[in-house]
């Protein structure tokens, strides 16, 4: 079965406290594993795509990490705006559809 | 830039009443998508529709109906709600592969 389990739910960091976020993922046919931002009363917001094991994307204090069976979200230095619910998601083939396997999220508190 | 809208933003229903959410798209997306977020549980696909013409269910599909009006629009209707379809319903729309999302229906069934 097809199945995505972030860890941890929650993690409280001070500002400039460096850390990482886990998605870890069993799928048939991965066709891409995706993290979006998450602020509370909006939709997830887009963040990386990453197809193959070994892939790397970075965008300002963030940075994703792909292997076969896990992700990882760096997050360098946050800061408090950093603060917000990260989503990782696996798409898959299945049912004639591109579908998206959503985990549970991690809540992500940066304090000054 | 629009992007992936919702309409209503809030909702207050009663058990029994029926409502119709709404979901446009302005990036010429093929595929449409509705899911609902509950607390702890992610985000679960409800219905998708692969084309403009074509729909089918994902996950969670009880009780709901969708339809695809044309290709900007996607509608999710609940017949008869009830206080289990509590929850914040979210469209997206893809391409080839990452969804973009609307900012969400938050609906509540009393």
């Known amino acids: 079965e097809d199945q995505v389990t972030q860890s941890p739910e929650a993690l409280r960091l001070q500002e400039g406290e460096s850390s990482s976020l886990n998605c870890s993922y069993t799928?048939?046919?991965?066709?891409?594993l995706f993290w979006y931002r998450q602020d509370p009363g909006k939709g997830p917001e887009f963040l990386f795509t990453?197809?193959?094991a070994g892939e790397e994307k970075e965008k300002e204090r963030l940075k994703a990490t792909l292997t076969k069976k896990e992700s990882f979200l760096h997050i360098t230095a946050p800061k408090p705006e950093d603060s917000a619910t990260y989503l990782c998601?696996?798409?898959?083939?299945?049912?004639?559809?591109?579908?998206?396997?959503f985990g549970a999220g991690t809540r992500l508190a940066v304090h000054p | 830039n629009a992007g992936v809208t919702q309409t209503p933003k809030f909702q207050v229903l009663k058990t029994g009443q029926s409502m119709t959410l709404q979901c446009a798209q302005d990036m010429n997306h093929n595929s449409m998508y509705w899911y609902r977020q509950d607390p702890g549980m992610g985000l679960r696909l409800i219905y998708y529709s692969a084309s403009e013409g074509t729909t089918d269910k994902g996950e969670v599909p009880n009780g709901y109906n969708v339809s695809r009006l044309n290709k900007r629009e996607f509608s999710l209707r609940l017949e008869s709600a009830a206080p289990s379809q509590t929850s914040v319903y979210f469209c997206?729309?893809?391409?080839?592969?990452?969804?973009?999302f609307g900012q969400g229906t938050r609906l509540t069934v009393v």
């Open positions: 799928v048939s046919g991965l066709r891409g």
């Open positions: 997206a729309s893809s391409e080839k592969s990452e969804a973009f």
């Open positions: 990453l197809y193959s």
């Open positions: 998601a696996v798409g898959a083939l299945g049912g004639g559809y591109n579908k998206l396997i």
